[in-house]
């Protein structure tokens, strides 16, 4: 018998949005620990807003959104609103309602400038650090860095002598970031990672994996340069192994086998497992004989991953921000999100 095709809408849903979401969907084991996480922030949000005035978006509202779109590769804010209409799983992880109107995707981009910053986004993470700990390993770590392309083109690189002139043509011409300046976003550097590839008008991350799982304990941005890898490493390790008693191994590749920065390591109580280079290197037989460093250089791709995940889902590959402190805080918010994207399937298999 052939079915029937009603024209006529339905007034009325008897289904709740709860209903709607399938029990075994991956995001119905992340909401339990991302509304854990917002608790717990609930008193630093009470300082950012006035008591009086017009509601804003809740903030919980609002970082579930940002969530949602480093999730799914959402492009846009404008997008993830449009989204937030019509798109009932969005809907159910945000806390909006199924007939409850959504907001403007300017308003959303106003309030998430008020919000979101690099104090915000970075007690947001470390509670998310706090859900990992039982899965974390406090000895074995993994650093490294890895280039983010700016929201700027190659053509608003100019001479800061002459920044109106046309910078369509370049060719020929010897541009350096002492003589040239990006009039599109100045704090970006005109760097390149490696030899042999194009230098990009970017910025560096910076992320400290732990060995055992893979999770991202520590993350920042900074201006891309010659020492901002070992700059971040040190700070990174700094602040890990800071009232920490026990020494720690802290893997890396050839661009960390430098001599100020071991030696700075070892007076901190670190043990630098970096990959050694053919000449020069900081490291010798007292820290390669070790089977523990084996076993850091075995751990070391973990990181690889991490940057895959962060460039490719998050986004980070190139940044639609503008500015340092912008560019921070979306790096921060990006390593949490990864977290708890893993923490779910961690949580399984120790249960």
């Known amino acids: 018998m052939r079915g029937h095709d009603p024209n006529q809408p339905r007034i009325f849903s008897y289904v709740s949005l709860e209903d709607r979401i399938p029990a075994d969907h991956p995001l119905r084991a992340i909401r339990p620990l991302v ?3 917002l608790r717990s922030l609930s008193r630093r949000f009470d300082t950012l807003y006035a008591h009086t005035g017009r509601p804003s978006i809740p903030p919980e509202r609002l970082l579930r959104a940002l969530l949602l779109q480093l999730f799914y590769s959402i492009r846009s804010e404008r997008l993830l609103v449009e989204q937030l ?14 007939d409850e109107e959504v907001f403007n995707h300017a308003v959303f981009s106003k309030n998430r400038q008020r919000l979101l910053n690099q104090e915000v986004a970075g007690e947001f993470f470390g509670r998310v650090v706090e859900l990992a700990r039982p899965y974390l390993s406090d000895e074995h770590f993994t650093v490294d860095g890895t280039l983010i392309e700016a929201w700027a083109s ?7 002598q002459d920044p109106d002139g046309d910078g369509r043509d370049f060719r020929d011409q010897r541009r350096s970031n002492q003589t040239h300046e990006s009039t599109t976003d100045a704090e970006a550097r005109l760097y390149r990672k490696g030899q042999g590839q194009e230098a990009r008008l970017a910025y560096l991350g910076h992320v ?14 900074t201006r891309a340069d010659g020492t901002a890898e070992a700059d971040a490493a040190l700070l990174m390790a700094y602040r890990w192994q800071r009232g920490q008693w026990r020494k720690v191994t802290l893997a890396a590749d050839r661009a960390y086998d430098r001599r100020d920065l071991v030696e700075s390591l070892r007076a901190m109580g670190v043990v630098v497992h970096a990959a050694q280079k053919r000449h020069g290197s900081a490291l010798d037989g007292r820290t390669t004989r070790h089977a523990s460093y084996q076993l850091s250089q075995r751990r070391r791709p973990l990181v690889e991953r991490v940057f895959g995940w962060l460039k490719w889902v998050a986004g980070l590959k190139r940044v639609k921000l ?8 979306l790096v921060k918010f990006a390593a949490a999100a990864y977290n708890l994207w893993r923490l779910p399937k961690l949580q399984a298999q120790a249960a």
């Open 85 to 98: 209409d019509y798109n009932l799983l969005f809907r159910w992880f945000v806390g909006l309602e199924m």
């Open 208 to 221: 400290l994996v732990e060995n055992r799982q893979g999770l991202i304990v520590d993350a920042m941005a």
């Open 154 to 160: 190659q053509k608003s690189f100019r001479p800061k």
């Open 35 to 37: 509304d854990e996480v």
């Open 322 to 329: 503008r500015g340092l402190a912008k560019v921070s805080w």
